[in-house]
């Protein structure tokens, strides 16, 4: 989840897509290993042909293009940034033209966007605090992020509150995240808008039909999944109480979320109905499992795995 964890390993590889699985294959007692490097923070582009990805396989924590269906085992994996500074929570337009993602400059998150080949590079963010987990609307007009430019009216304690998170790994539960709230803003930086207020909102998300955005919420011990209207009203907890849960994603067609949730066995992948009800755990393996997300026709899951280093894994869907 973060790109100031460094991790050290040497192989790769790029199992079979996996066919449709049964409700009665979940719990994923073993998941297929997608990749064995540092790699992580994956999303698909719309089409679902290709994996924006975070990784370090080519020096550097850089933004990568991968091909779930290569042949050679993911070695032609293409970076697409480079520089001495690191990048982070990539994430493509909804056309597929642009791709939003975190550049960190002197210890600095901003929100960029860029083109899929990488060029054309445009910083969206400018003196607003730390901006990470950028997002895009639906319809491709907003990017709605994380920040701290809301935590004080002057800002003045912005260095203390992010200091000590610069070189840590952003973890559930970490002290910075009390106080980032969401906003959104458009692609070409103008028009920025506060949705949350009161800090803890993390890792947002529009609903594919843009009216509500889902979000986690930190709130003492607690962290929960949460939905919100779009404009911010009505948010209210998914989870239940007394849950450590994160990282939630929609189905392509908005009636599901998928989620992790801290069990016994560390964090493993739910899923849950857009009301909260019908929860199931779908993987009880070995390792944390993070940042899951649908691919676009809904055969798919994608997520990190902790586990030494972190890696990704892309297992089937329950049908």
């Known amino acids: 989840m973060s790109s100031h964890t460094k991790f050290l390993a040497i192989a790769f590889s790029l199992c079979a897509v996996p066919v449709l699985a049964s409700a009665d294959d979940f719990p994923l007692k073993e998941v297929p290993q997608l990749t064995r490097l540092v790699d992580y923070e994956a999303s698909w582009s719309p089409e679902g ?52 993602f975190v550049c960190i400059h002197g210890g600095v998150s901003n929100i960029c966007v860029m083109k899929p080949d990488g060029s054309d590079v445009r910083q969206v963010t400018r003196g607003l605090g730390q901006n990470i987990h950028p997002m895009w609307s639906p319809d491709g007009s907003r990017i709605l992020f994380n920040t701290t430019y809301f935590a004080s009216p002057t800002r003045s304690d912005e260095k203390a509150i ?73 948010d209210h907890n ?53 940042n899951p997300r649908w691919s676009p026709d809904g055969n798919k899951i994608l997520c990190g795995r902790r586990l030494g280093s972190i890696s990704l894994i892309l297992f089937a869907a329950p049908n």
Do not use: C
């Open 238 to 290: 998914l989870s239940g109480p007394g849950t450590i849960d994160g990282w939630p994603a929609w189905s392509p067609d908005g009636s599901k979320i998928v989620f992790s949730r801290h069990g016994e066995h560390g964090f493993q992948v739910f899923e849950m109905n857009r009301d909260g009800t019908g929860i199931r755990q779908l993987t009880d393996a070995p390792g944390d499992f993070v």
């Open 49 to 100: 042909r290709s994996i924006v990805l975070i990784s370090n396989r080519h020096g550097g924590l850089k933004v990568h293009v991968l091909d779930p269906n290569s042949e050679r085992g993911g070695s032609d994996m293409r970076q697409i940034t480079s520089g001495s500074d690191e990048d982070d929570s990539p994430a493509w337009s909804p056309d597929g033209r642009q791709i939003a």
């Open 162 to 234: 992010d200091e000590k998170a610069i070189h840590e790994k952003r973890i559930i539960g970490e002290t910075r995240d009390n106080y980032i709230d969401l906003a959104t803003i458009r692609p070409d930086g103008g028009d920025l808008r506060r949705i949350t207020y009161g800090g803890g909102y993390t890792y947002a998300s529009f609903s594919p039909d843009g009216l509500s955005i889902l979000h986690r919420r930190q709130q003492g011990q607690d962290s929960q999944v949460f939905l919100m209207n779009a404009d911010g009203t009505g």
